[in-house]
């Protein structure tokens, strides 16, 4: 009888973990996958990844504390599985050119012209400034992450943050004003 | 620190929503990892990728009994919680069992937003809806343009292997969302760009009549760097799912276009954009070739939301 009951908690309790697991998911997911993305994660195995991303998160989930907040936890755990995702010479190069990855993308038929233009863009954009200035400002800009979330994530100072955050943003609206003049980026 | 021009917070909200992940590949990773925490896969795959290792972790004997179990609870749980609800009439109801097997839930979610009234009666069985891994949009694999070739891999066979064994998405207990949302505050910029909506113009309702206040609002938000994680809110999940249906009805694709509304009247029966949802629904069933039949509705409409910004657009509505 007693052994019926543990096993009822412990199920009840896994089916929190699980309901947890699923809510994380579904706020979460678009940012996960964006960011294995970024980690160079092949597209054919960005699906995988993400799976991977929430059960490690399922098995974690108890130890998790609140130190940098989710998104910076999410952060660490896509960077390990993208990472696994990406062939390790590349991973040994890009350790000297900063963590993530940004490649100009093909034309994605589905999109529209206007956003394969803000793809392109950004895409060019973030390729060409400084490999530290673009993560700071890809995760404040483009995922919303607030500025401390960011130095724990990336475990730097904050004002490390702020400092390459400006940098990054100055030439953001510096490059925007030049299409908008017509000359090149 | 100075906040980015209008134009620039634009074209990142444009970059943003490129790429997301579909609502076929988001059902279809949702039912996966469900399914591989369901057979106690989550400890081990975690330990297993912990360490590096990519390989499938082996099974737990009995799971296959478990899931049987558990999905049977679920559709008859389901089952009941259907019978009772107004939202799915069944006259001929077949067995669960079969139904599960040979009816997609955005069909069905379908096929009831094209015979429900535009102001559809609250689900009584909200409780039932949802999966804890539901997707946003219950998609079939078929429809999702940016699927990839292997939705089923080693780690998620089962899947294939056990359909109707598994618990279906809208069957489950809804996930205490309120609760768990509350515990974690979030600040004006995480709220913005979190929601992934351009920011100005915020929603083009694919009408004249303004779009509701909330993203205007939230577009003048300043980009502002401070702390707080964001749990979405259920607004930004209503705008989302209009959106895509808006999207969808400008690509000319009606039936997704109602499946995403469909969604919105399952999850969100009285929530705050249900007058954006009837005149997407309206304009759906336009695109659909029923203008009598939207239009009847936007009569409907118009009765009962005299003072709505909607009214006008209604008003002409199916008209070339």
Avoid at chain 1, 8 to 34: G, N
Avoid at chain 1, 69 to 82: C, D, E, N, S
Avoid at chain 2, 74 to 95: E, T
Avoid at chain 2, 281 to 303: I, N, S, W, Y
Wanted: charged content about 30%; overall charge positive; proline content about 9%.
């Amino acid at each position: 009888m007693r052994a019926v009951r543990k096993e009822t908690e412990l199920t009840a309790e896994r089916r929190e973990r699980h309901a947890r697991v699923a809510q994380l998911f579904e706020q979460h997911a678009d940012f996960v996958l964006r960011l294995l993305r970024r980690f160079g994660t092949p597209e054919i195995e960005c699906e995988d990844a993400l799976q991977e991303v929430f059960l490690i998160v399922a098995r974690k989930l108890a130890e998790y504390e609140e130190r940098g907040g989710m998104r910076a936890w999410l952060f660490a755990i896509a960077r390990q599985v993208g990472s696994d995702a990406r062939r390790a010479s590349i991973r040994r190069e890009r350790r000297h050119r900063g963590l993530f990855v940004f490649e100009i993308a093909d034309d994605d038929p589905h999109a529209t012209l206007e956003r394969n233009q803000a793809v392109r863009f950004l895409h060019a954009f973030l390729a060409q400034i400084e490999p530290r200035q673009a993560e700071v400002f890809y995760l404040a800009e483009v995922e919303g992450m607030s500025a401390p979330e960011i130095a724990a994530a990336l475990e730097v100072k904050l004002n490390t943050v702020y400092s390459r955050l400006r940098l990054a943003r100055e030439r953001f609206e510096r490059a925007l004003r030049r299409i908008g003049d017509g000359r090149p980026l | 620190m100075k906040s980015l021009e209008p134009r620039a917070r634009q074209l990142l909200a444009e970059y943003r929503s490129h790429g997301a992940l579909t609502p076929a590949a988001r059902s279809r990773v949702a039912r996966a990892i469900e399914q591989r925490l369901a057979s106690g896969d989550g400890g081990s795959a975690g330990d297993a990728i912990a360490r590096g290792s990519r390989t499938a972790p082996a099974r737990a004997p009995g799971r296959l009994a478990a899931l049987t179990k558990l999905g049977l609870v679920c559709l008859a749980v389901s089952w009941v919680g259907l019978g009772a609800s107004r939202l799915w009439p069944a006259p001929d109801p077949p067995q669960p069992a079969q139904r599960a097997a040979d009816e997609p839930p955005h069909a069905r979610m379908q096929s009831e937003i094209a015979q429900a009234p535009i102001q559809p009666a609250p689900v009584v069985a909200r409780g039932a809806a949802r999966s804890p891994l539901s997707p946003r949009s219950p998609t079939s694999g078929s429809a999702a343009p940016r699927a990839t070739a292997k939705p089923t891999r080693a780690r998620s066979r089962t899947h294939a292997a056990t359909p109707v064994l598994l618990p279906r998405s809208n069957e489950r207990e809804r996930l205490p969302r309120s609760n768990e949302r509350a515990q974690i505050p979030r600040s004006n910029e995480r709220e913005r760009v979190d929601r992934g909506i351009p920011l100005a113009p915020a929603i083009d309702f694919a009408s004249p009549a303004p779009a509701p206040a909330v993203p205007a609002r939230r577009a003048e938000a300043p980009s502002t760097l401070e702390a707080g994680p964001p749990p979405s809110k259920p607004i930004e999940e209503e705008l989302a799912l209009l959106r895509k249906a808006h999207q969808r009805l400008q690509a000319g694709d009606w039936q997704r276009a109602l499946s995403y509304l469909a969604e919105h009247t399952w999850r969100f029966p009285r929530g705050e954009l249900v007058e954006a949802r009837s005149v997407a629904t309206l304009l759906a069933l336009c695109a659909k070739g029923d203008a009598a039949r939207a239009r009847r509705e936007a009569d409907r409409f118009r009765a009962a939301h005299p003072g709505s910004p909607y009214a006008e657009r209604v008003r002409t509505i199916c008209s070339p």
